[in-house]
């Protein structure tokens, strides 16, 4: 058997696509521009060039994109009037603190700072608690995106066995709660649970975000199951030279796919969903805001 290999790339284009033609009816049928302001404090440079990679999706979509820059030694006091500055701008609908901030500033309380219904990530725990009780909330971008594809694959989710190889709160926890809700049996599985290959073997779906490169081989799937790589780590690759190296994901792609049904690649699987859901997010987030229903298929 050789999986299916799932195209994040064609995917996050037609959400892309999609999200620019509800801005246009949204433009021409009540005025509106959804806006996109993203925060980014110091000059990590991972974080630049997400950024800039975010702000120039955003207008080519359609949408108003906003910066705000801060030097790294901003202080805590200074960036929060930053947010509420943004909270209280009506033209200004998703906000964005781009993570991992300065050691000096608490994360979680700038994150819980956003006005839930701008928080576009979906890390608010307005929104975390809303999720996890089934309620209509902003839902963390990656999650969506990997339950947009699975949607996409099987049609319908209910009754499949799912596990989830991680439990952070950014992916493992949210992908979980969007799995449920969809009526998959899910087990949240880490590095720490026993018998963890034979756990894995029991899923129609395995969703690797555990931050561990190439743990999941392939003798740990089902054959036919989806494989969902999270994962994205930066790893020797000597074959390709003296200190070069090249990205993987949480899964050891070659052998997975000798026995999965599909997986999604890295690079090119699930990290082009993660943007394209922000803007499906800032396209809902504007919708609600103003009363009007939220574009089907690119919510949760």
């Known amino acids: 058997m050789s999986a299916q290999i799932i195209d994040g790339k064609e995917f996050a284009a037609n959400v892309r696509s999609q999200v620019a033609e509800h801005v246009v009816r949204l433009k021409a049928d009540h005025g509106i521009t959804p806006g996109l302001a993203v925060v980014l404090v110091g000059e990590d440079p991972a974080s630049q060039v997400y950024v800039r990679s975010k702000g120039k999706l955003t207008v080519e979509v359609g949408m108003n994109s906003i910066e705000h820059k801060l030097d790294i030694d901003t202080s805590e006091t200074d960036l929060l009037a930053v947010v509420d500055q943004l909270n209280n701008d009506p033209a200004i609908h998703g906000i964005l603190v781009q993570l991992p901030l300065p050691k000096h500033l608490n994360e979680d309380l700038v994150i819980n700072s956003i006005a839930p219904a701008k928080d576009v990530d979906g890390f608010h725990i307005s929104n975390v608690g809303l999720l996890g009780t089934g309620q209509s909330s902003m839902v963390p971008c990656t999650p969506l995106g990997c339950l947009m594809m699975l949607r996409d694959h099987f049609g319908s989710l209910s009754g499949l066995d799912a596990v989830v190889v991680g439990r952070s709160n950014i992916v493992g926890k949210p992908m979980a709660l969007l799995l449920l809700g969809d ?8 590095s720490r649970t026993k018998d963890l290959p034979d756990v894995v073997r029991r899923a129609d779906i ?8 190439e743990m999941v081989p392939g003798d740990w799937i089902k054959p036919g199951a989806v494989v969902v790589d999270v994962g994205i780590n930066r ?4 074959e390709r030279g003296e200190g070069k190296m090249k990205l993987v994901g949480d899964v050891d792609y070659a052998s997975c796919a000798q026995v999965a049904g599909a997986i999604t690649p890295v690079p090119g699987g699930v990290g082009p969903m993660t943007i394209a859901c922000l803007l499906a997010n800032t396209l809902t987030a504007t919708c609600r805001a103003n009363g009007l229903p939220a574009p089907e298929g690119l919510t949760a």
């Open 235 to 238: 790893i020797a690759a000597p």
């Open 183 to 190: 009526s998959c049996t899910v087990t949240i599985a880490h």
């Open 206 to 213: 395995v969703v690797a975000a555990v931050g561990r490169p």
